[in-house]
Structures are given as C-alpha cells and as structure tokens.
T-cell receptor, first 114, second 113 residues
Framework: EAGVVQSPRYKIIEKKQPVAFWCNPISGHNTLYWYLQNLGQGPELLIRYENEEAVDDSQLPKDRFSAERLKGVDSTLKIQPAELGDSAVYLC????????????FGQGTRLTVV | GDSVTQMEGPVTLSEEAFLTINCTYTATGYPSLFWYVQYPGEGLQLLLKATKADDKGSNKGFEATYRKETTSFHLEKGSVQVSDSAVYFCALRRIQGAQKLVFGQGTRLTINP
C-alpha cells in the first residue's frame, strides 16, 4: 500500500515568488493535515481537512497561505508571496478519521526561500 | 493551550546503553499520547501510543507509560542500537475539541557503535 506522497521533496525559490506543494493521502483516508516544521522544532498544524472541508485552519496565515482539497482526495498548499521566514519543512499527513486512528506522514517538502 | 515539553537534545549514547527521553504534557482532559520517530531522510512514523492513564505503549523494544499523576510519557529502551539513531517526538491528541496532534520540539538521538 502506498503511503502519503508529497511533491516536490525540495524547493528553492526567491522571496516574493509563489510556491505550491502537493499531497496525495493514503487511499480511503478522510482526514488530511498540513503541518509546518521549523528547523529544530516539532511540527505545528496549519490546516486539517475532513474530506473536502477545512475544519481547522486557525493556524494558517491566510494573508499569504491557501490550501485546497478538491474532491476530498489530494491537496495543494500554496504560499504567495513567499517570505524568508517561510523556509521550513511542510508535512502532509492523513488518517482514516480525526480521532481514533493513526496519522501517517509523508516525507515532507523542504522549502528554502532566498 | 495544550503543550508538550521534551528533554533537551541532542542525546548521544553508546550501543547497548539504556535510554530515557523525558516527555511531559499540559492538556485539557485526558489526551492520547504518542511517540513518533523520524529517521534520516524519512517521514514521521508512529513508534508507540497510549490512550488512557497507566496504559503502556511498546514497540521495537521501546516502552512508554501514560502517567496521569505526573503528566508524563517518558520513552525508554533497555539496550539501544546504532539503528535507533533518529529524532524522537512526543505528541498528544485530545479526544474532544481540537483533534490535532500537538508535538514537542523533538530529541535527536545518536547511538555510537
């Protein structure tokens, strides 16, 4: 069974440019998460989807970040425009549901803004 | 708000040494507790979990016991191997309310042969 797939693995962009990350969760998983992991820190939730509905986006900086999960399957996280402080690893995870089941993580996308 | 505090790293041990990584938490109610491991170049993987007080999670020789009285979930292993070198994250998830994983800052473990 394929795990959570993220692309790209690495991305280097100049500040003020846009960038997008893609995530394909495990088949059948209704819950999808995007986490931000700064260097030397634990992951922090950006947004959680239940199917196609964003049910917790309180930590998403909405002035520059956006996300979508059309059709309740794969998801895209976008930053426009990127800032130097956005350099981090962006993790996607999925689970069957939000409460009782294990969350599986992708390998992440390492973003460097120069 | 909910939070998890882990033992400061990095931790360096010799092979076959005993390992303890401390983890304490603050949360409303009785959360589920987890240890995740991140091997070099890989994503986070669930190592073990416990869902109620006094539960012991175990996997791959690692153990952690949910201690409600001390709000702790310390990770232990009796004899570590070089292959255990990784970053370990303690995390919690509430059953009700904000159903998200809240992570500690991670502890980098290096095992020398």
């Amino acid at each position: 069974e394929a795990g959570v797939v993220q692309s790209p693995r690495y991305k280097i962009i100049e500040k003020k440019q846009p960038v997008a990350f893609w995530c394909n969760p495990i088949s059948g998983h209704n819950t999808l998460y995007w986490y931000l992991q700064n260097l030397g820190q634990g992951p922090e939730l950006l947004i959680r989807y239940e199917n196609e509905e964003a049910v917790d986006d309180s930590q998403l900086p909405k002035d520059r970040f956006s996300a979508e999960r059309l059709k309740g399957v794969d998801s895209t996280l976008k930053i426009q425009p990127a800032e130097l402080g956005d350099s981090a690893v962006y993790l996607c995870a999925s689970s069957l549901d939000a409460v009782n089941t294990e969350a599986f993580f992708g390998q992440g996308t390492r973003l460097t803004v120069v | 708000g909910d939070s998890v505090t882990q033992m400061e790293g990095p931790v360096t041990l010799s092979e076959e040494a005993f390992l303890t990584i401390n983890c304490t938490y603050t949360a409303t109610g009785y959360p589920s507790l987890f240890w995740y491991v991140q091997y070099p170049g890989e994503g986070l993987q669930l190592l073990l979990k416990a869902t109620k007080a006094d539960d012991k999670g175990s996997n791959k020789g690692f153990e952690a016991t949910y201690r409600k009285e001390t709000t702790s979930f310390h990770l232990e292993k009796g004899s570590v191997q070089v292959s255990d070198s990784a970053v370990y994250f303690c995390a919690l998830r509430r059953i009700q309310g904000a159903q998200k994983l809240v992570f500690g800052q991670g502890t980098r473990l290096t095992i020398n042969p």
